[in-house]
């Protein structure tokens, strides 16, 4: 799954832009800067497959790539922009919402959490979303190499994750950096095809 290439395909701004629902999908969401494009990359072994600046005035886009030929891996933008319009932030949790309820191929959306910070109060929303949803997420922490012993941040995740029904509780430890959870990650990823 992860030998061959990882084209991009499109950008996508409304449900109608969808490609056909042919092939089994997963999601990435998480904060801005909280390491989704740099963990994208590591996983899919590309330098620079996902865009690694995200700015809050740019069109927001879910991006399609093909993982192979059976497999769509789907980068959903980075939310929680201090500065984004309103009429922004609205078009994204619109079109958001309609993709997390009605994308029949999605399999698993996987939320990342800066290992430093824990989950936020816009990491909770979307994880209410997935709820009402009824999509299984899994949450994957980055930066591990950040992490420092003994701050909580580890114990904070678990009990939140506790209340969200569509959490898969196995949490999943990587740094984009050193490498760490890639392996892992990509294991996850592979069953699910
Ligand atoms: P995005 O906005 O979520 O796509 O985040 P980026 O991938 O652009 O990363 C945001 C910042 O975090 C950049 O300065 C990265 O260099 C840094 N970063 C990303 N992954 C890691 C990691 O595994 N470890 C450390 N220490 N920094 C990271």
Known sequence: LFA?????????????????PDRPEICFA?????????????????????????????TQE????ALG????LVDLPGYGYANAPLS?????QKLLKQYLAGRQTLRRAFVLVDARHGIKSVDEEIMS?????????????TKADKMKAGDGVLDQVRSRLA?????YPELVLTSSEKGDGIATLRAIVASLL
């Open 4 to 20: 061959g290439p990882c084209d991009f395909v499109k950008g996508v701004v409304a449900m109608s832009g969808l490609p056909d």
């Open 30 to 58: 998480g904060r801005s800067n909280v390491g989704k494009s740099s963990l994208i990359n590591a996983l899919t072994g590309r330098k620079s497959l996902a865009r690694a600046s995200n700015t809050p005035g740019r």
């Open 62 to 65: 879910i991006n399609y790539f």
């Open 69 to 72: 030929p059976a497999f769509y």
């Open 88 to 92: 922004k932030v609205e078009q994204w």
């Open 129 to 141: 979303l997935l709820d009402t949803s009824a999509v299984t997420f899994q949450c994957v922490l």
């Open 163 to 167: 209340k969200h029904p569509a959490a």
